[in-house]
């Protein structure tokens, strides 16, 4: 999932938390992620090549597993991807983390209504501090979870983890991908953190 480029990352029972190594680097120069801020993102595929870069800034920090809120545009032209709308103009507010891995956009029509919401799973989110302008950076793996403001969700994207060949090349990173795609869905169906908001508000 993008923004400003191309198009755009548990069932029943306890999930377990997805928690990966993450970068101290990173966990250090958090803080310096304030409201009001302005950001460089950028979207990495799973093979670690940069595939987008987008402006933002930084609208909402949570101290709860570190969570920033980052408010973006669509500024592409308007697509449908797995039955949840991306209209130019629309309003993307993005969460990161530096110790989860996966994000939640939630996505907003120009008027306000929320559209539902499009969670990738990630290895865990980094940023560079060293320029004027923050670089955030996330690392895209795979498996995504479109979700809607009824509590209605859609899993996709299965085939392409099949095709990479990692549940044979490295069973355990494939293992922590399918963990943080069920880890979403969890907090999904519970109405956790980014999720938790308006989930009954009609859609347009």
Do not use: C
Request: hydrophobic residues 40%.
């Amino acid at each position: 999932m993008t923004t400003g480029a191309d198009t755009p990352a548990e069932g029943a029972g306890e999930a377990t938390e997805a928690r990966w190594p993450s970068d101290h680097t990173t966990l250090a120069a958090w803080h310096q992620l304030v409201p009001g801020r302005d950001i460089m993102l950028a979207k990495l595929d799973p093979q670690g090549r940069e595939v987008a870069r987008y402006a933002g800034r930084v609208i909402r920090v949570h101290q709860a597993e570190s969570w920033v809120e980052v408010e973006a545009r669509w500024t592409n032209r308007s697509v449908v991807v797995h039955g949840l709308p991306f209209r130019t103009g629309d309003l993307l507010l993005e969460s990161f983390s530096p110790v989860l891995p996966f994000n939640v956009f939630a996505v907003y029509s120009t008027a306000g209504h929320l559209r539902g919401w499009y969670a990738n799973v990630t290895h865990p989110t980094r940023i560079d501090v060293s320029a004027e302008t923050p670089l955030l950076v996330w690392h895209d793996l795979y498996l995504d979870v479109v979700a809607f403001p009824d509590g209605t969700f859609v899993s996709v994207d299965e085939d392409e983890l099949e095709e990479s060949g990692l549940a044979l090349e490295d069973p355990s990173l494939h293992a922590r991908i399918v963990a943080a795609r069920d880890e979403v869905i969890h907090r999904l169906q519970h109405r956790q953190g980014s999720f938790g908001r308006f989930m009954n508000e009609a859609v347009i």
